[in-house]
């Protein structure tokens, strides 16, 4: 599955001391927009960095933002025109790489979403280029190119060792060609690494239950319940312990 990165941007808003007649805020319907987005309200995201946008069409992190928006909505060929945009009015917005990237490959645009991927990791100026590393990982991945997976799940930790996308990209590409030792060793470096990871706990308890550690499995996918009650990581963890027989 892939994995989208949501992010925030920082931005002062001064309060008059008096009351006075209002300006147009762009700013503000930026922030309603990231609040939307945040909260699982795409449609109205899209309208808020829309209005964000016709109040100033030359800030690239509004038309990210509305890009992001119109992706969360499946809307791919706006997303990319928005994304396009942005890199138009700052070609050094490396970020926006990435996130052109996904949104070409899943418009089945594949060979130009990697090209963006390799495009950014080359960049020298990549803040983020752990991300663009995995990103290239999944899309192997998806192709069941493996090896070519295995080798950017393993570029993305040597990047950052402390990225749990990483290590559940590099645990899946493992599984997928058949080496569940390795995966089992990758996902319990990646538990020690990111120990605030619910997810990599999951798959642990997976991988754990493939080799027939079905103890170790099982106390995995408590602790991942534990740590994660209601939420989607929770709920498959969940999910998989109704697999194992009672105590």
């Known amino acids: 599955m892939t994995h989208f990165r949501f992010w925030m941007l920082a931005l002062a808003v001064s309060v008059p001391a008096v009351a ?3 300006a147009v805020d762009p700013e503000s319907s930026f922030n309603a927009g990231l609040n939307h987005l945040r909260e699982g309200r795409p449609g109205m995201a899209v309208e808020a960095f829309r209005k964000a946008v016709r109040e100033d069409g030359k800030n690239p992190y509004f038309q990210k933002g509305l890009g992001q928006a119109y992706l969360a909505s499946g ?3 706006d997303a990319i025109a928005s994304f396009r945009k942005a890199l138009e009015l700052n070609q050094y917005y490396v970020d926006v790489r990435n ?3 996904t949104a070409l490959m899943l418009s089945g645009r594949r060979n130009e979403g990697k090209n963006e991927f390799i495009t950014a990791f080359n960049d020298a100026t990549n803040p983020t280029p752990e991300i663009s590393a995995r990103n290239l990982g999944t899309a192997y991945l998806e192709d069941k190119q493996y090896t070519e997976a295995i080798n950017w799940f393993r570029t993305s930790l040597n990047r950052n060792h402390n990225y749990p996308d990483a290590y559940l ?3 899946d590409a493992l599984v997928a060609s058949g080496h569940l030792d390795e995966a089992v060793g990758t996902l319990e470096t990646g538990a020690k690494e990111c120990p605030q990871s619910a997810a990599i ?3 642990l308890g997976e991988t754990y239950s493939r080799v027939g550690r ?8 408590e602790e991942a319940r534990r740590r994660d ?3 989607a990581v929770g709920r498959r963890a969940a999910q998989l312990l109704q697999q194992f027989p009672s105590k």
Do not use: F, I
């Open 20 to 22: 006075a007649p209002q």
């Open 75 to 77: 809307k791919y060929d």
């Open 99 to 101: 996130d052109l990237g």
């Open 169 to 171: 990209g590099l645990g």
């Open 201 to 203: 706990l999951v798959s």
């Open 214 to 221: 079905l103890g170790e499995a099982r106390s995995r996918l």
């Open 229 to 231: 009650p209601v939420g």
